[in-house]
């Protein structure tokens, strides 16, 4: 697997939390991102889902998780929506290519590489939806950058 440890700048983001079935993903997605046009919000990259919930039970009744997107500039907040700012983090990214059925072992697989390169994994996956449900038709299409937060030791 092709992976690369970044910095992930400060960012603005919009966020909506939610503990739900991960069924309603694309219901709050849809949100944000309506909501993103409506404002005329300019907006920085893809959007992403941070898991609060362990990954592997997300199948598995409600999960907590984010559903966010880097803003260049603030937008009005919402009774669902808010702006919230992010500090600088470092994190160690790789991407998974297909349907998230198979998702865990691109997860697996980055935290051997975690272990093996001596990175401390020191916070919540986030998954960057590059091509998605949002934008894309076919699942085998489908291209999710997980960034997992860490500092070298």
């Not at 592997?56 to 919402?78: F, P, R, W």
């Not at 998605?132 to 997992?148: P, S, V």
Request: proline share 4%; glycine share 6%; with cysteine.
């Amino acid at each position: 697997m092709d992976y690369e440890v970044k910095v992930i700048p400060e960012q603005k983001l919009g966020v909506i939390n939610c503990k739900t079935p991960i069924d309603d993903l694309e219901i709050f997605l849809n949100m944000l991102l309506e909501w993103v046009i409506t404002e005329d919000i300019e907006t920085e990259g893809e959007p992403f889902i941070v898991y609060f919930s362990p990954r592997h039970e997300v199948n598995q009744g409600d999960v907590v998780y984010d559903v966010s997107i880097a803003l260049k500039q603030d937008g009005e907040e919402t009774d669902r929506i808010r702006v919230v700012d992010m500090i600088e983090n470092k994190v160690l990214a790789g991407k998974h290519y297909g349907s998230t059925d198979s998702i865990m072992d691109t997860y697996a697989e980055l935290v051997e590489i975690a272990q093996a390169n001596h990175y401390d994994i020191i916070g919540s996956p986030k998954e960057v939806l590059i091509k998605g449900f949002h934008n894309c038709d076919d699942e085998k299409d489908y291209i999710t950058e997980i960034q997992l937060p860490i500092i070298e030791m």
